[in-house]
Structures are given as C-alpha cells and as structure tokens.
C-alpha cells in the first residue's frame, strides 16, 4: 500500500500564476504532494478559475466582512484546518498575518518574496531595487514566521539587473524564476528533504545559510 502524498493547501488573493506553476509541477508529477484546496481573501480572482479548471476545490472567506484582523484569520485557520494540510502554500495572498496563525502553521507554511531577502521586506521590491543601482535583484521561497518576510529562506534566484530595466521588465524576469523554485522547494518538503528546525531551513538534514539554497540565473 502507497503513502498518500502530503496534502497542500495554497492561499492567494489573484491571478495566481504561482499557483498555476505548482499545479502544472503536479500534473507532471513534479510537486511531490497534492494540491487538496485553494483559498482565497477575494472573491471571483483568477486564482480561483486556475484551481477550479484543475479540478481543485476552492473556498472564498473574504476579508472585508470581518470586523477584525485576528477574526478573519481564526476563520482561516478553520477553514484550512478543515483540508488536514501537511503544508500551506502562500501564493500572492496579500495579507499580514497574526502570530497566532503563522504560530499554528509554524514549519508548514512556505511563501514566495520576490526580492533576495533579507533585502527589500513589503512591497515595492523591483522599484526599490533599482532606486537603490543593485546590479542584482531576484526572488526567495521561504519559511513564514510572525515577522513578515522573515522567515529563514529556503531557495533564493538570483536575476541580473539591465541597464535598461523598470520595475516592469525586471518584474517579468523575476516571475519566470518564481515559477521554477517554488515548485523545487514545495517538492522538497514533501518529500521531506526540506524542514524548519531551531529557526533555521533545513536540506538534507543540513542547515542553510541565510540565502538558502541561491541559484544563480546570471550563469
């Protein structure tokens, strides 16, 4: 008798195109785990076509009918709790979350940054790269904690930054290097080669660096 592979939950807020790389690593057998359910903040969102083209069962909690922060994310946590993830998948879901959520889901929620953190927490990433004449700029898959975008990193992609790039160009360079290292490092949790221990990213029972596992696409 087979394992049954780890069961997923993704969270987002919109067009998914994250989500949409993890569900075509899934059906080339690549993901390691199961998509069981996509959630999301806002309704009627692309994100939410994406799932349900899949075959993948979907929910709307939406955010503005709570009257409070911390409301809205114990209803989450039942609605998510509801599926028996192994892990949660934040997929551009656009909402800071309470301590007591990411405590709950501590060492099973990853999310996907889109700058080489720690640099360049929040929004804005691209703009501020280049306001700042870095040479490079890129994307991290890591561990969620209370501290938003703090968590340890898992895998990062390096991208060069052009002369001639907006934040605009850079965002789509940056984009084709998120759909290939989170589908890597969800890969890598399911089959239980990535793991967060002592407040670390753990490879292969090794402990990463701050970068996490850094491809290099400058190469």
């Known amino acids: 008798m087979t394992n049954p592979l780890p069961r997923i939950v993704v969270l987002l807020s919109g067009s998914g195109t994250n989500l949409q790389a993890l569900i075509d690593a899934q059906a080339r057998a690549q993901l390691g785990g199961e998509i069981v359910a996509v959630i999301s903040n806002r309704p009627a969102v692309l994100g939410l076509e994406r799932a349900q083209k899949a075959g993948i069962e979907t929910r709307t909690l939406d955010h503005t009918t709570?009257?409070?922060?911390?409301?809205?994310?114990?209803?989450?946590?039942?609605?998510?709790?509801?599926?028996?993830?192994?892990?949660?998948?934040?997929?551009?879901?656009?909402?800071?979350?309470?301590?007591?959520?990411?405590?709950h889901y501590l060492g099973k929620m990853l999310n996907i940054h889109p700058s080489l953190l720690p640099?360049?927490?929040g929004l804005h990433t691209h703009q501020r790269a280049l306001e700042a004449g870095d040479d490079c700029h890129g994307v991290t898959v890591h561990f969620v904690t209370a501290e938003l975008d703090g968590g340890p990193a898992a895998i990062q992609a390096v991208v060069a930054i052009e002369p001639d790039d907006t934040p605009e160009s850079l965002?789509?360079?940056?984009?084709?290097?998120?759909?290939?290292?989170?589908?890597?490092?969800?890969?890598?949790?399911?089959?239980?080669?990535?793991?967060?221990?002592?407040?670390?990213?753990?490879?292969?029972?090794?402990?990463?660096?701050?970068?996490?596992?850094?491809?290099?696409?400058?190469?």
């Open 66 to 103: 709570f009257d409070s922060r911390a409301a809205f994310d114990t209803a989450l946590m039942q609605q998510i709790d509801a599926f028996q993830p192994d892990l949660v998948v934040l997929a551009g879901f656009m909402r800071i979350l309470t301590p007591a959520f990411t405590e």
């Open 119 to 121: 640099k360049y927490q």
């Open 171 to 219: 965002a789509k360079r940056v984009q084709v290097q998120e759909h290939i290292i989170y589908p890597m490092a969800v890969n890598w949790f399911a089959q239980g080669r990535l793991s967060y221990r002592d407040g670390k990213a753990w490879l292969d029972a090794a402990p990463l660096g701050a970068e996490g596992y850094q491809i290099d696409s400058r190469r």
